[in-house]
């Protein structure tokens, strides 16, 4: 599931800025100053590794200068010297930490993953440090007790409580002796979710299923076949075939391998991952995170962990979350069985001679689809050719509804030879913002796609978004194009929806910027960007194909449109499972003592009904990154309640007029540009003119 990856460290109070290194100064030098590129971006040919545990110990001391100034301040607190001083410190450190962790997940190695290690407890004691300080708290204190009587506009009032909730949230107001427990637990979690992240990347590469015949490809295209070949080579397994794996439960290749038992070989190699008991297995790492954090939200006197996380979401509760989801289950396995009843019967058809199992779905389905909607994948893939897609669909939809333009840099300086940067200009021809974008996987590169900034919109700091999606799209063999599934078109378009809503924001203080908004809303400008990857003016613009730029026939459009329906029972079920199961992980009390990992997985499934034996859920919990180390821990249910609001204005555009500049601007001075300075409900609500329905969702996922 296409995500917004959040910091893996964050501080509240920490600015946004970024890197740079010059040649021959000494090691933590290059993250002391800002960058003289434009919008700061990154030098990245100038950083080093040994660069940053210097940096870190720099950037935490100086921070903890600023903090012991603030907090020691002689004078009144007022919000200026308290909470604007606040946002303002911590640069110095930002600056390493923005580039450092955007690092560890595209582009690590060993010395990263090895300072990692050793610098994530230092950053948790350090942002534990500041949360506890006593007279930092009791002046934030003051001023959130005054607020009502301080002229601070809204921004201010919203500023002022969101610093007096994080702090309280963070154990400001906790007794010396559970404080002392929580920095023990956030230690100990650091350290863990560093662990996890390490584990999953090295299991998901050392799962990859290597071949020893081209024979066992069968039914690749033989640019799949020779992309194979080329990640097995890029591994020094010269003459053999290599299909790495991706982030999620089921992986492309099933959808189209001929051989039965190399299906089953492929999903198997996905599902043990990091459960094989080997030096990967992340199983025990698991069991203790969900300790820990129940006995971190004890603390607070909450009953668990997705209680305490939730407080300032738009569902508040695990119990509103678990509504809205086991809401679907109903409808979504009812249609997934419908589904596997087709499948099967085609099985049947072909003299199978077994019964449908997870590796086959895939594989039938697409038989399925031919069949139903003479629809074939390898039809329209040469019609969406990466750069096409990014230039022609997801620019030319940002330009059609917010004015925006591009240019391609080829003078600034990235951090691998894959990644583009794109100057933004607004639609007053007037230089906004960069946008990075990375598509295509490595070994080095954490699975799944994202999006975070290398530096945060301010008006405060005088500082624009530098903004960057990351995906992991099969890299093609050297002179092919890179040729996308529809699928990988709608992750591209919503990536950018997400880069959007960094690149438009429009406010002063960097806590309340971009994309610092509840998870449950976050997903909700990238979905609805989503949306133009299918209207009829935006696709009719990129798909074209590769070899002859003539537009995809209206036929296969036609064909392509009906079958978005198609196989959502399994889509959704696949999303459900995985949802509930994060619940189940994270309404875990205290006290209950987990030991076995799949059983209390299978339990969970049983008890919330998507236990589908061929529907698997979309992460099993060793490799669910989003919950474990992700920062989606409770909070993996925000897709969907983003898709309520997501689907919902997009019904509101469709009435208005569809893809227009006026529409385009009302969502991007509405949403786009409030960052969190509103109440997400409130804010929505003024957009629409109502509260959002679950009807468009459920009519566009086929249940209706």
Known sequence: MPTIRPRSVPLAWA?????????????????????????????????????????????MKAHDAEIQKIAENPAAPTFENTIVALERSGAELTRVEKVFFHLTQANTNPDLQKIQAEVAPQLAAHGDAISMNAKLFQRIKAIYDQRAHLKLGPEGQVLVARYYQNFVHAGAQLSKADQTKLRAFNQEESKLTTEFQNRLLAGT????????????????SAGEIEAAAAAAKARGLAGKFVLPLQNTTQQPALTALADRAIRERLFKASVDRCSLGNADDTRAIILDLARIRAQKAALFGYKDFASYTMYDQMAKTPEAAEKLMNSLV?????????????????????????????????????????????????????????????????????????????????DLPVYNPDVRVFEVFDADKKPLALFYADYFKRDNKAGGAWMDTFVDQSGLLHAKPVVYNICNFTKPAPGQPALLSFDDVTTMFHEFGHALHGMLSNVKYPLLAGTNVPRDFVEFPSQFNENWALQPQVFAHYARNYKTGAPMPKALVAKLRKARTFNQGYALTEYLASGLLDMAWHTLPPTEQIKDVQAFEDQALQRFKVDLPQVPPRYHSPYFAHIWSGGYSAGYYAYLWSEVLDRDAYAWFKTHGGLTRANGDRFRKMILSKGSTEDMAALYRAFRGADPSVVPLEVARGLK
């Not at 590129?37 to 545990?53: E, G, T």
């Not at 590469?205 to 690749?220: M, P």
Request: with cysteine; hydrophobic share 45%; aromatic share 12%.
């Open 330 to 410: 109903p409808a979504a396995t009812a249609k997934a069985r419908a589904e596997a009843a087709k499948i099967q019967a085609l099985i049947d058809q072909q003299k199978g001679g077994f019964q449908l199992a997870p590796w086959d779905w895939n594989f039938y389905a697409e038989q399925v689809r031919k069949a139903e909607y003479d629809l074939d994948d390898a039809q329209i893939k040469p019609y969406f050719e990466l750069n096409r897609v990014l230039q022609d669909g997801v620019f030319y939809a940002a330009h059609q509804l917010y004015g925006l333009t591009f240019k391609e840099r080829h």
């Open 15 to 59: 600015l946004s800025a970024c890197a740079i290194a010059f040649a021959g100064t000494p090691p933590g030098a290059p993250f002391m100053k800002p960058s003289p590129l434009p919008f700061h971006a990154p030098q990245f040919d100038r950083i080093h590794d040994a660069d940053f545990l210097p940096a870190f110990e720099a950037g």
């Open 205 to 220: 590469k050392d799962g990859a299923l290597v071949l020893d015949h081209q024979a066992d490809l069968k039914g690749l």
